[in-house]
């Protein structure tokens, strides 16, 4: 393993400095890198001082380190994670051929594409949480959300590499590319819809984190299955980083339902008003932020059956979360899976289809029971708060976009309702315009050391053994 040279101008454990050509683009992109996050990052925080890890090397053991910087100082580098000696194709036709250390030139479109979408959510979600820092719950916060927009900046640094170490002149155009779209730009959007919803405010970052990011873990760990090995060791190192993403968003949520479960022992009512009215987060609002956040997330793994995910899965492309230890039938030449699909008639019917066309399917059942963990942890703390309430994630038929059910009305459950009963149900499915005012109100920047908002109970403990009221920004 190379060590990482901190005096180049791009940290990187690539050996960049051995190929001058390759240097020179990346350092001809970073000056652009640099001024689209001075202009479209949390712009407003350049100067403040933040307490951040950055990725210093590869080792499970001190990966990172750990100190107070500026934002725009942070050292955004390439790492990719150790190569796996004599690594073999893990799954699809070449099954158990040595993989590629360079991209084959028939899927050479297939992997830019999925390259190029993977990189564009990266700069898509800081762009999304551009303005969020103003009114953070806490500095502890504060510093989560800074934390996982450098990071984001950092994975788009690890396909920027891909692009231009593998892709010659089209992976360098796609590069600036990936700087010239930006998140809800009525002439250049981000490639996928949900990364085109400014996210306002913390219980939006927070769902965001759980749900939204979480897809970016699957096909992160999909990608990490790949048999194009850089990719699969950018993706596989990405994924160490991404797991603070998943804790910030499922520690957040949890913490406001602990709050609320406070209040409402405090007031000895779970009357939605009467808590609103102490300024917490009632749980039947903190479920309709859930069933919109979880059903846009759902989208983002495409349709049901797709000869595409066939392809990607059948070359060797894409694999599997986790395709080595989840699975023993690494080939799918002949099994099959069953999806329930609308019949067309108001009711739903079983379909089978081969294993290979449902990928996007087996991919989407893995998110949702990782999504579930959380849930079932939130029940937990009600329940031995002594509340009868239970938080729940909608059916995956509900409030699609796409795929088989895709603008099928179905309720809660998935269960196939009339279009009428469907919109007069949905205001009470999905966060109304009072709902959104009143987490709107909710939003007032807290930044004593130690103190939180009056909606969140603070963590359990604080970053790096630091205690919970250490000044993690300092704002001066
Ligand atoms: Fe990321
Ligand atoms: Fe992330």
Known sequence: MSNIDYSDKIPNNVNLANDRTLQ?????????????????????????????????????????????????????????????????????????????????????????????????????????????????????????????????????????????????????????????????????????????????????????????????????????????????????????EEAHHMFVGETGLGRIVRRTLEVMKEIGSDDPEAIRRRGAVDLPLLQRYLNYWFSSSLDLFGSEVSSNAATTFASGIKGRPDETTQYRDHVCSDSTFEIEVPDGRGGVVKDTSPMRNAMNEVLRDAYVRDCEIGLKRWNMQIKRAGYNFELKLPSNRFRRAIGAWANIPTDLEGRPIGREEYDRSLPGW??????????????????EPGKMAAWIAPPERGVNNLPVDYEYVRLN
């Open 24 to 240: 020179r683009a990346l350092e001809h992109w970073q000056p652009r890198f640099l001024d689209w996050w001075r202009e479209m990052g949390p712009n407003d925080f350049a100067s403040v001082d933040v307490y951040l890890r950055t990725a210093v090397g590869v080792d499970a053991q001190g990966w990172a380190h750990y100190g107070t910087v500026k934002m725009p100082d942070y050292r955004w580098g390439i790492f990719l994670a150790d190569p796996i000696a004599n690594r073999t194709i893990g799954f699809g036709d070449s099954f158990g051929q040595p993989v590629w250390q360079q991209v084959p030139g028939e899927f050479r479109s297939q992997f830019r594409r999925l390259i190029v979408t993977q990189g564009d959510t990266e700069p898509a979600s800081v762009e999304q949480q551009h303005r969020l820092g103003h009114t953070c719950p806490s500095l502890y916060d504060l510093r989560n959300l800074f934390q996982i927009n450098v990071e984001e900046g950092r994975h788009l640094w690890a396909m920027v590499y891909i692009l231009h170490a593998y892709f010659g002149r089209d992976g360098r155009e796609e590069a600036e590319e990936l700087l010239a779209r930006h998140s809800g730009d009525v002439d250049k959007p981000r490639i996928l819809g949900t990364f085109n919803e400014p996210i306002e405010d913390w219980l939006s970052f927070f769902c965001f984190c759980y749900f939204t990011d979480r897809d970016g873990k699957f096909q992160l760990k999909s990608l990490a299955e790949s048999s194009f090995d850089p990719l699969a060791r950018t993706c596989r190192f990405m994924l160490t």
């Open 430 to 447: 999905l966060p109304s315009a009072s709902d959104r005012d009143y987490v709107k109100s909710l939003m007032q920047r807290v930044v």
